[in-house]
Each structure stands twice: as structure tokens, then as C-alpha cells.
């Protein structure tokens, strides 16, 4: 068993787009399959997963095709955590496509840490809509695997407002977790970039009518 820690940083035309930095355990195969047990099998894995369910409207996911949405709506949710202030879902369940060529390029035996991350970046879409969120840092801690026989919640809390250096203008941070069998398997604090409400034009605002 090693601990390992890895910065990734990504350039286009010289220009940064991003940053990672990643810290994780990576266990010998013969450790990996103890730790795992009956589960260790990624081609029985990915024979035992749940149908995907239908997806939520892309646009409000900030997609296009309903093949790429990774959330369905939470038919468990309750009227105090279906839905936030604006009536917007606040929770989801996880929608894991396994015939997806680029979130499953191949078997695994539990469902990829990239697949959630997809999850909660259209959370946070969803969270922000109808209003366009463009996210720009996540922070996540992995507690344990989601399997792909059981179903999995994706939960957005209240907004965050215990640091308010992450609060500024236009920044909207929100803590999302995945939630299975009771227990949390994941949490992230995402920030994303939300513009303001448009300003109602002049002669709305006073009551006029152009003549």
C-alpha cells in the first residue's frame, strides 16, 4: 500500500485552465480484492447495476443530450428536501449510464470517482438554475466506494456561508454529497460563478410605457 500525491495543472496554448491536486491510496491487487471482497469483480459489477434512470432536462443540467446527464429525479425525496426556496430540486439520485463511452470507457467494480464529479457540477447547475453557473473549484473528500447496485442520492445542502472568503460577488458555494445505503460516500464543496439577476430595464422599474 503507497499514499500518493499528484498536481496536475492544464495549459491550452500556453494559457492555464486549470489545477488538481490529488491525494489517494493505491492498494496491491491482491489487497484490493480482500478489501473489496465479492465485489472485486468489475465485469460482475458492472452486470449488477442499476438501470439508469430517466434523465432530469439536460438545459437545466447545462447539457445538450440527455445521454451525457448523470442525475434523474429522486422519486424518495419529501416535500422539506426535494426542493429548495425557488422550488428548485435539492436532491437527485444518481444516474450511472454504464453504456456511456467516456464516463465508463471500461468496467469497474464501483462507480468512478469522475462520474460523481460529473454529478456535482450538474447539481450545481441545477442548483443555480435558471440562472447560467459556470463552476470553477471543487474541493472533495471520498469516504468510501459507490457501488453500482444500490442507489446513490445526490444532496445539495443550504448554501455555504461559514467562509466568507469563498462568498464574494458573482461566487456561489455550495456543499453537495452523495449519499448510500445512509451512509455518505462523498462531499464536495463546489464553487461556481453565478452571475447576477439582469437589472429590469428603466421604464419597467418607474411604471412607464414608451409612447
Known sequence: MCRLTARVRATRNGLPLGTAHIGYTAYPPALYDRLRGARADARAAFARALPPGPAVDPALVGRTDARDVTLAPDSCAGPDTGAGPGGTPRRWTL??????????DHPHDHVPGMVLLEAVIQAAHADAAPRPAVPVELDTVFHRYVEFDLPCAIVTDDPVTDDPGT????????????VQDGQTAFTTLI???VPDRAPLPHARRTGTVAG
Open 95 to 104: 444516474r450511472s449510464d454504464t453504456s456511456h463511452r467516456v464516463l465508463f
Open 167 to 178: 462568498d464574494g460577488p458573482g461566487r456561489r458555494p455550495r456543499r453537495i454529497s452523495g
Open 191 to 193: 464553487t461556481s460563478i
